[in-house]
């Protein structure tokens, strides 16, 4: 089972089976609140079923000290309550490289109303830049102030924590991670170049590892090879101090829009398993981020609507820093996992996608 144990050392995995990450020490005090936890089941086709579906879920709900989530029926009173609304990307905006009907009709409406938007994805393969040009590929104006990919929160958190310039970043990752790590001023190695590496298991080989390297940063990676798991293994294990720092632990990713690939967890997965090291997770359920954009945007929490796809980490990530919570079932989340007696984490709201706010204000009018 999920569970929404909240602290300041310990976040939820995003797998029922594998241990809790630590998060990162946050730039600014944690902003908490009491989580919403409790399960249900799926809406059974007999009125009977369904009554008995609604009763267990009251019963769990009380168990719990839970509210199940409410079918969100006036977009306008959860509009009119905030001021800014944090949208993940993939499953909420877009699905791959196809924009998912409405959207930009939705946030039109939105910032009509004054809203602050901004954009936060767990998606380390782009840079802040590289995801404004993805943005007006598909026709969206978003400013790149708006954007956070676990790619920039990696290298923010070294600058938070003013990591020695003299050192050096090991990175199994893609090109976003490169950029970012660039623009803020650290020496890197590795990344999709490390892609074409070849070990050739000789008697007696010996692999050399470069003992300045001061920090791995893992992040999704379509050219991981045991090159990479084996030289990221040695820093840590080896190089004394040496940080195990993870954009996120997605289970899976969109790729495409036909299919769920497997996600950076699993990238992730593979040097927890070598090293036995908890990584330091910057991406999302990690308050990390929600830390960053409350300093830097002035943002009191209970004025923001954390909108994703995903449980155990955009409603988690939106719960572990106060604010309200919408999920949406354009992505990986349907109304079944939601409702399954299995889940504890419970949003404070769901809705099919975020073109809902148009349909459900018109319906209200």
């Given at each position: 089972?999920?569970?929404?144990?909240?602290?300041?050392?310990?976040?939820?995995?995003?797998?029922?089976?594998?241990?809790?990450?630590?998060?990162?020490?946050?730039?600014?005090?944690?902003?908490?609140?009491?989580?919403?936890?409790?399960?249900?089941?799926?809406?059974?086709?007999?009125?009977?079923?369904?009554?008995?579906?609604?009763?267990?879920?009251?019963?769990?709900?009380?168990?719990?000290?839970?509210?199940?989530?409410?079918?969100?029926?006036?977009?306008?009173?959860?509009?009119?309550?905030?001021?800014?609304?944090?949208?993940?990307?993939?499953?909420?905006?877009?699905?791959?490289?196809?924009?998912?009907?409405?959207?930009?009709?939705?946030?039109?409406?939105?910032?009509?109303?004054?809203?602050?938007?901004?954009?936060?994805?767990?998606?380390?393969?782009?840079?802040?830049?590289?995801?404004?040009?993805?943005?007006?590929?598909?026709?969206?104006?978003?400013?790149?102030?708006?954007?956070?990919?676990?790619?920039?929160?990696?290298?923010?958190?070294?600058?938070?924590?003013?990591?020695?310039?003299?050192?050096?970043?090991?990175?199994?990752?893609?090109?976003?991670?490169?950029?970012?790590?660039?623009?803020?001023?650290?020496?890197?190695?590795?990344?999709?170049?490390?892609?074409?590496?070849?070990?050739?298991?000789?008697?007696?080989?010996?692999?050399?590892?470069?003992?300045?390297?001061?920090?791995?940063?893992?992040?999704?990676?379509?050219?991981?090879?045991?090159?990479?798991?084996?030289?990221?293994?040695?820093?840590?294990?080896?190089?004394?101090?040496?940080l195990f720092i993870a954009t996120n632990r997605d289970a899976v990713t969109h790729l495409t829009d036909?299919?769920?690939?497997?996600?950076?967890?699993?990238?992730?997965?593979?040097?927890?398993?070598?090293?036995?090291?908890?990584?330091?997770?910057?991406?999302?359920?990690?308050?990390?981020?929600?830390?960053?954009?409350?300093?830097?945007?002035?943002?009191?929490?209970?004025?923001?609507?954390?909108?994703?796809?995903?449980?155990?980490?955009?409603?988690?990530?939106?719960?572990?820093?106060?604010?309200?919570?919408?999920?949406?079932?354009?992505?990986?989340?349907?109304?079944?996992?939601?409702?399954?007696?299995?889940?504890?984490?419970?949003?404070?709201?769901?809705?099919?996608?975020?073109?809902?706010?148009?349909?459900?204000?018109?319906?209200?009018?």
């Open positions: 089972m999920l569970l929404t144990r909240a602290s300041p050392t310990f976040l939820p995995s995003t797998s029922a089976t594998s241990p809790s990450p630590q998060t990162p020490a946050p730039l600014s005090p944690t902003f908490g609140r009491s989580h919403r936890r409790g399960g249900g089941l799926v809406s059974a086709s007999s009125p009977v079923a369904g009554q008995r579906s609604a009763a267990r879920r009251s019963v769990m709900a009380a168990a719990s000290g839970a509210v199940p989530a409410a079918k969100l029926e006036d977009a306008d009173a959860l509009i009119d309550s905030v001021e800014t609304f944090i949208f993940d990307c993939d499953g909420v905006i877009w699905k791959g490289d196809k924009l998912i009907d409405g959207v930009p009709e939705t946030l039109d409406m939105l910032r009509s109303k004054g809203k602050r938007l901004v954009f936060v994805t767990n998606n380390s393969t782009k840079s802040r830049k590289q995801y404004g040009k993805k943005f007006e590929t598909l026709g969206l104006n978003v400013n790149e102030e708006e954007i956070f990919a676990s790619s920039f929160a990696a290298a923010a958190y070294l600058q938070s924590i003013d990591f020695p310039k003299d050192k050096k970043v090991y990175v199994i990752g893609e090109d976003g991670i490169l950029k970012e790590l660039e623009l803020a001023g650290f020496q890197y190695l590795g990344g999709p170049s490390d892609g074409d590496e070849k070990i050739e298991l000789k008697p007696g080989f010996y692999m050399e590892h470069d003992k300045d390297v001061g920090a791995v940063v893992v992040g999704f990676d379509r050219y991981f090879n045991y090159y990479k798991v084996q030289y990221g293994t040695l820093c840590i294990r080896e190089n004394p101090g040496c036909a299919q769920e690939w497997a996600g950076g967890g699993s990238m992730v997965g593979a040097i927890l398993g070598s090293t036995k090291q908890e990584p330091l997770v910057v991406g999302k359920p990690s308050t990390f981020m929600m830390d960053y954009l409350a300093k830097k945007f002035g943002i009191t929490t209970s004025q923001i609507c954390m909108v994703g796809d995903r449980l155990d980490t955009d409603i988690l990530f939106g719960q572990n820093g106060g604010c309200k919570t919408l999920l949406v079932l354009s992505g990986v989340t349907s109304l079944q996992m939601l409702q399954s007696p299995d889940n504890s984490i419970q949003p404070d709201f769901y809705t099919n996608q975020i073109s809902d706010f148009l349909t459900l204000k018109a319906a209200t009018v």
